[in-house]
Structure formats: C-alpha cells, structure tokens
C-alpha cells in the first residue's frame, strides 16, 4: 500500500488533516422496531509531514502525501463488533482491525479503547500514489461469513489470495447493502477544529483523542466507506 507501519514520532501540536468521508452516514430518528443497538467511538488521526495533526473532519476534499502519517483509534461501547478494511493504493486487501479474526475471542472488550497499528505506534503513507479506501463494518452480531473469508485470504498465496480478495469485497458490498436497507442511526461529529495537545505520556493521549472520536449509535449494521487521494 502507500501504508507501512512506523514506531513512535514524536508531535508538535497543531491540526492541519483532512479526511473524506464518501458514503452512507447520515442521522434519522430511530424507531422501536425490535432490531438490537450498538454503540462505538472511532477517530482519524492524521499527521503531515511537517508533524502537524489533527483528528479527521468532514469535507469535499480530501488528499493525502508521501511521509503523512495516520493512526486511528476504535473504541467498542455496546454490542458493537467492528471491522475495519483498507484497499490501498496497489489494490491490496488489508485488515486492519481487529490484527486477527480470533482477536474477538480472546482481546476484544466493549468499553477498551484500541489504537491502530498500536499505542506510539502509525501507519505511514509511502510513495506509491493512488486511492486508498477504507471500510468500516459494524455490527451488533459477528459477521461469521465475512470472518470466514478474511481468514482463508490472510492465508492464501499468489492466485488463490487475488480470488480470496474478491470473495472478501463481494461480502463487504453485501453487508453494506444490507446496512443501506435499514440505515437507522445516528452520528455525533467530531469537532471541526481542536488542539489535541499530548498531556503526558501513557494514557493522556488517548483521553484527548476519545473526546474527538466521532461516536456512532446503530441499530444491526453500520457501514462506512472513506476514500483518500494519495498524491
């Protein structure tokens, strides 16, 4: 991808990230229909490479540059099992969250904040342009059959792995248009603007990006697709 990962940078404070958010997200009122609930946060850090950062916002534009750096942030709160994709710029399939499907049933507690790749840790885009495009699933119940598919991808080679890719995307489309059937939910945005100061090492930094995680309430499915123009 334009992605690899990168140990600790250190940050000076200032925001200047911007993200596009291509989709389906928008808030309706919801009704009592018996469907089940789920409650998460998430975030978009984005660090340029004069160091500047910022949690991601919501424009029309978006581009991205060899040497920025990103790091995203997933928070689980309610019954929420939460995938997350990326097709990078040489269309390749990544997961990037959970690291593994067995993660659900040994390291995954609603109410645990998780940084991607790590905590001190970020993705950093390399030189080869293109589009990068995530995808976000979010469910109040495992997706078996897409867990069972990313599995057989993670674990095939050469032809095999461009096959198990395409069963991978397929599923995700499904799911989305199953998320498109309902689309009953509700966002609480991010700031548009905000310092995220570090306040000491540890957990400081986090409890500043948990107040700028954009928090999402859904009921069964929930999908979101974020397109970067790397350049």
Do not use: C
Not at 135 to 141: C, R
Request: no cysteine; aromatic share 10%.
């Amino acid at each position: 991808m334009g992605i690899y990962k990168m140990r600790y940078i250190f940050l000076p404070l200032f925001i200047t990230a911007f993200l596009l958010i291509a989709g389906e997200g928008y808030s309706t009122e919801e009704e009592d229909d018996g469907s089940l609930e789920m409650r998460f946060k998430w975030a978009i850090i984005l660090v340029d490479h004069k160091g500047e950062r910022g949690t991601l916002s919501i424009t029309k534009n978006t581009t991205i540059f060899s040497g920025d750096s990103m790091s995203i942030f997933i928070q689980p709160k309610e019954s929420a099992y939460i995938y997350l994709y990326l097709v990078d710029s040489k269309d390749d399939l990544l997961l990037l969250f959970p690291d593994r499907i067995s993660d659900f049933d040994k390291d995954y507690s609603f109410g645990k904040g998780y940084r991607i790749p790590g905590e001190g840790r970020w993705l950093t885009i390399d030189q080869h342009k293109g589009t990068e495009t995530f995808f976000l699933l979010a469910s109040v119940k495992r997706l078996e059959k897409l867990e069972a598919l990313t599995r057989s991808h993670t674990s095939a080679s050469g032809r095999a792995r461009e096959a198990a890719k395409l069963k991978v995307i397929a599923e995700i489309k499904n799911v989305k248009r199953d998320f498109s059937r309902l689309k009953v939910f509700a966002e609480k945005p991010t700031p548009i603007l905000g310092t995220m100061h570090r306040r000491g090492g540890g957990g400081g930094e986090e409890i500043e990006i948990n107040s700028y995680a954009i928090e999402v309430s859904a009921k069964d499915i929930y999908s979101k697709t974020i397109r970067l123009e790397h350049k």
